[in-house]
């Protein structure tokens, strides 16, 4: 299965801790983009990212959330120092030259 | 920004039951999708419809772009039918921020 790749399905933190949520593309794609899913919401734009480059961050909080996608590997999302509000899930989509975006299977994130 | 209505929240059916899922927005949009979200939490593209009508096996999707709307058909509903159905479309040309709205709850009983 070439689709997108999302690690870890399912990811328990404390608050206070770091949380690193991984993302591979589909294969051929260089677009990423995450999203967040609030508890009986639909998915909210966070963050839109080429390699190398952050085109779009307008949906990120503007504290302890970052963004990359670097040259090798897979995009990385990563929330320092969790609070509880954080819980949700995490979604990555990839695309090529901005067609039709194609979603992973998300990241539950739980902080306790 | 605009606004995006869906409608029923939540639908409940006997298996073998036909539906129509409706998606109202409030301005013109860009590539209208449908998804569904499975119980599992999947999120699948079912129709990628700007306008016109698809069909796909027993589900189809009519977009009419000049009165704001988008309408998903399921006939035949199988208990993996249920899950959450998404619209969503991204909001100006060139945009790819997809805005989705809040779904309908769809549950195939048998």
């Known amino acids: 299965n070439a689709g997108v790749m999302q690690n870890p399905r399912h990811l328990v933190r404390r608050r206070g801790q770091e949380a690193r949520l991984r993302c591979s593309p589909m294969?051929?794609?260089?677009?990423v983009y995450w999203y967040r899913q609030l508890p009986e919401e639909g998915l909210k734009f966070m963050v839109y990212l080429q390699k190398e480059n952050i085109i779009d961050e307008s949906g990120m909080p503007k504290e302890r959330f970052s963004a990359e996608f670097p040259k090798e590997g897979p995009s990385i999302l990563r929330i320092q120092q969790v609070v509880r509000g954080d819980s949700a899930a995490y979604f990555c989509a990839s695309s090529g030259q901005q067609e039709t975006q194609y979603f992973g299977p998300g990241t539950r994130l739980l902080v306790l | 920004g605009i606004q995006v209505e869906q409608s029923p929240p939540d639908l409940i059916l006997q298996e073998g039951a036909n539906s129509t899922l409706r998606c109202n927005f409030s301005?013109?949009?860009?590539?209208l999708q449908w998804f569904h979200q499975n119980p599992w939490g999947q999120l699948i593209n079912l129709f990628y419809i700007p306008s016109g009508t698809k069909q796909n096996g027993r589900l189809s999707a009519t977009t009419v772009a000049t009165e704001r709307y988008s309408l998903l058909y399921i006939s035949s509903s199988q208990t993996t039918d249920s899950g959450v159905y998404f619209c969503a479309f991204f909001s100006g040309a060139g945009s790819y921020q997809l805005t989705f709205g809040k779904g309908t709850k769809l549950s195939v009983i048998p």
């Open positions: 301005d013109s949009v860009n590539n």
């Open positions: 294969k051929g794609h260089s677009h």
